[in-house]
């Protein structure tokens, strides 16, 4: 078993509604060092499988099919073996 750590974000080309909005609110209350501000998600897929190369193989997918925007989004996965008690 493999859990999958996924961070999908929006393209750094492509202007951030939700993030500007966070940002002047931070700035509003005095993060005056807060330079930029990008909101994504964060997702996480627990993958019944015995290799590291599968799971990744199949988070890759999942994000192309469904869980990213590939034309707006990019996503970063990382692979952790689950350890049983």
Known sequence: MFTAKITITIRESILDPQGKAVEHSLKSLGFDEIEDT????????????????????????????????????????????????
């Open 38 to 85: 990008r909101i994504g998600k964060h997702i996480e897929l627990k993958i019944n499988t015995s290799s590291k190369e599968e799971a990744e193989k199949i988070s890759k997918e999942a994000c192309s099919k469904l869980l990213a925007n590939p034309v707006m989004e990019d996503f970063k996965i990382e692979i952790e073996k689950d350890v049983k008690s």
